[in-house]
């Protein structure tokens, strides 16, 4: 038996403003968006097998916690690429900073996190 992630599920301030920096920084394309559950908005974006569901409720509330401190928190979002010094330089011009850079087997990484607090690893193999 095989499985393969298909999504996951975020909520997000604005799932548009989020899609259009992941398509910048990572190319991925929205696949669907409409009205979702309990009066709000998602978008799904991402390649032709796997995507992320950006949902936005119709009143977003922030929260301090920490998802390292959090059970069922999200940590982070590893994202593998081919050109990693490329990705971080899209990453910057898309408003964020990288940080934590890292060179270890199997691959180099460095961290970054958008403007709702999401944290993505972007890690190359190449």
Avoid: C
Wanted: hydrophobic content about 35%; overall charge negative; cysteine-free.
């Amino acid at each position: 038996m095989m499985a393969t992630l298909e999504h996951a599920n975020f909520t997000v301030s604005d799932p548009k403003v989020t899609a259009e920096w992941l398509h910048k920084v990572f190319g991925w394309d929205i696949r669907w968006q409409g009205p979702a559950i309990a009066g709000g908005y998602t978008v799904h974006v991402g390649d032709e097998s796997t995507y992320l569901a950006l949902y936005a409720p119709a009143r977003p509330a922030r929260t301090t916690e920490s998802s390292y401190d959090t059970v069922g928190g999200l940590n982070h979002v590893g994202v593998v690429v081919d050109d990693l010094d490329a990705t971080e330089t899209l990453v910057r011009e898309a408003g964020f900073t990288p940080h934590s850079h890292a060179d270890y087997e199997p691959g180099r990484r460095f961290y970054f996190d958008d403007d709702n607090g999401i944290e993505f690893e972007v890690v190359s193999y190449a």
